[in-house]
Each structure stands twice: as structure tokens, then as C-alpha cells.
Nanobody, 121 residues
Framework: VQLQASGGGLVQPGGSLRLSCAAS????????MGWFRQAPGKEREFVAA????????YYADSVKGRFTISRDNAKNTVYLQMNDLKPEDTAVYYC???????????????WGQGTQVTVSS
């Protein structure tokens, strides 16, 4: 599976962005898909994950109520809608495919290239 993330950019606090991650490969629907992020000087951390059917969704506490993850298996794409963005959300965001991603980075089998999100006034 190859992953291509897009949609990052510069946004003011309180603003919104939508990240997309397009996957290649016929087994996309069999993977848990998710997003991680890594700020400068910090470890990569889990953000959100969604199982193949969309029936199980997980969020980090820091983004609950502000971020929404979704997937479209017909388009082999997973999305992360980010609302009410804060400066502390500034990071490189990576999409990932694997198993129980909410456990941590070691559960990811595949990574996208990352997309920069900067929240600043």
C-alpha cells in the first residue's frame, strides 16, 4: 500500500483544514487507517484512526470534539477534518495504514510522506 497525504497549510487559530490521504493497492479496505502527527522536537503521536467499515473510530484526547476522521473505501481515501485549530496542533501530519493504530506508531505498516499543518496568527 502506498499513501499520499495532502491538504496541509497555514491557518489562523480557530480555522479549519481538511487532510486527505489517497492509497494505492487493492487491500486498502482491509486496513485500519489513521493519522499521526509530529511536532518539532517531539515524538510522533497518534491523532485518529478508523477501521475498515467506519464503525470503530478512535481519537487522541487532545483532538476529540474538534477533529473528525472518515474514509471512502470506493475512493481508497481517508480524510481528517480539523476544526477549531490551535497553535499546538502545528505539526507534520502523517497518514498510516495498519492494525490497531491507536496503540501507537509500531502498529503502522505503511506511512504517507507527511503534510505540514501550521496554526499561527
Amino acid at each position: 500500500v502506498q499513501l499520499q497525504a495532502s491538504g496541509g497549510g497555514l491557518v489562523q487559530p480557530g480555522g479549519s483544514l481538511r487532510l486527505s490521504c489517497a492509497a494505492s493497492g487493492r487491500t486498502f479496505s482491509s486496513y485500519v487507517m489513521g493519522w499521526f502527527r509530529q511536532a518539532p522536537g517531539k515524538e510522533r503521536e497518534f491523532v485518529a484512526a478508523i477501521n475498515w467499515s467506519g464503525g470503530s473510530i478512535y481519537y487522541a484526547d487532545s483532538v476529540k470534539g474538534r477533529f473528525t476522521i472518515s474514509r471512502d473505501n470506493a475512493k481508497n481515501t481517508v480524510y481528517l477534518q480539523m476544526n477549531d485549530l490551535k497553535p499546538e496542533d502545528t505539526a507534520v501530519y502523517y497518514c498510516a495504514a495498519g492494525g490497531s493504530l491507536w496503540v501507537g506508531v509500531k502498529r503502522a505498516n505503511y506511512w504517507g510522506q507527511g503534510t505540514q499543518v501550521t496554526v499561527s496568527s
